[in-house]
C-alpha cells in the first residue's frame, strides 16, 4: 500500500506510483477509487534430486477499479489497462522477485505462501509425518508469547 501510494521511495528503479501513473494517463482530472491485492498465480510443489520438497510459488499483485453504486464502493466489471491501479500492479507483478529482495515484508509474504502451499500439498496428499513434527510444532506454540493486542487493526469503528 505504501509503495502504491508513493509514500516510500520504489525499490526498482523507474517503477512508478499509482500516484504517478495517475498524474501520467488521467487526461481530466477525475477522481476514482480502487483497491489492490496480493494473489498467488502459480503453486507447486516440486521434488530435488535428494528427494527434498520444495514449495514454488509466482505472486503478484491484481487491481480493480470501483465504483460507486447505492450500495456503496463496488469493483468495477473491467478495470481498463491504462488506469493507474493496473498499470501500477502489473509493473508490480513484473518485478514481484526483485521487490521481495529489497523489501522484507514483501519476502515474508512470499514465505508464507510457500508455506500455505507445501501445508496443503502434505494435507492433500495425506503424507504421514514422523510424531515429532507435531511435537516441536507444539514446544513452539507453547513457549510463544501471547500476542498483547490480539485484535485486527482498522481504520474505522
Same mark, same amino acid.
Given at each position: 500500500?505504501?509503495?502504491?501510494? $508513493?509514500?516510500?521511495?520504489? #525499490?526498482?528503479? !523507474?517503477?512508478?506510483?499509482?500516484?504517478?501513473?495517475?498524474?501520467?494517463?488521467?487526461?481530466?482530472?477525475? $477522481?476514482?477509487? $480502487?483497491?489492490?491485492?496480493?494473489?498467488?498465480?502459480?503453486?507447486?510443489?516440486?521434488?530435488?534430486?535428494?528427494?527434498?520438497?520444495?514449495?514454488h510459488?509466482?505472486? !503478484?499483485?491484481?487491481?480493480?477499479?470501483?465504483?460507486?453504486?447505492?450500495? !456503496?464502493?463496488? %469493483?468495477?466489471?473491467?478495470?481498463? #489497462?491504462?488506469?493507474?491501479?493496473?498499470?501500477?500492479?502489473?509493473?508490480?507483478?513484473?518485478?514481484?522477485?526483485?521487490?521481495?529482495?529489497?523489501?522484507s515484508?514483501?519476502?515474508?509474504?512470499?514465505?508464507?505462501?510457500?508455506?500455505?502451499?507445501?501445508? &496443503?500439498?502434505l494435507?492433500?496428499? &495425506?503424507?504421514?509425518? %514422523? #510424531?515429532?513434527?507435531?511435537?516441536?510444532?507444539?514446544?513452539?506454540? !507453547?513457549?510463544?508469547?501471547?500476542?498483547?493486542? #490480539?485484535?485486527?487493526?482498522?481504520?474505522?469503528?
Open positions: 500500500k505504501e509503495l502504491a501510494l $508513493g509514500e516510500y521511495s520504489m #525499490p526498482v528503479v !523507474g517503477m512508478l506510483s499509482v500516484f504517478d501513473w495517475s498524474e501520467m494517463t488521467m487526461k481530466q482530472n477525475k $477522481g476514482w477509487a $480502487g483497491r489492490e491485492w496480493f494473489v498467488v498465480r502459480k503453486a507447486e510443489v516440486r521434488m530435488s534430486e535428494d528427494n527434498t520438497l520444495i514449495p510459488v509466482k505472486m !503478484g499483485v491484481e487491481a480493480r477499479e470501483q465504483v460507486v453504486t447505492p450500495k !456503496g464502493l463496488e %469493483d468495477a466489471a473491467v478495470t481498463l #489497462p491504462q488506469h493507474p491501479l493496473k498499470k501500477f500492479a502489473d509493473a508490480f507483478t513484473r518485478n514481484f522477485d526483485l521487490i521481495a529482495e529489497r523489501k515484508v514483501v519476502f515474508h509474504l512470499r514465505e508464507l505462501a510457500k508455506a500455505s502451499v507445501m501445508a &496443503k500439498y494435507i492433500d496428499s &495425506k503424507a504421514r509425518l %514422523d #510424531p515429532t513434527w507435531y511435537q516441536i510444532a507444539d514446544d513452539i506454540v !507453547g513457549a510463544t508469547e501471547p500476542e498483547a493486542y #490480539p485484535e485486527i487493526p482498522q481504520l474505522w469503528n
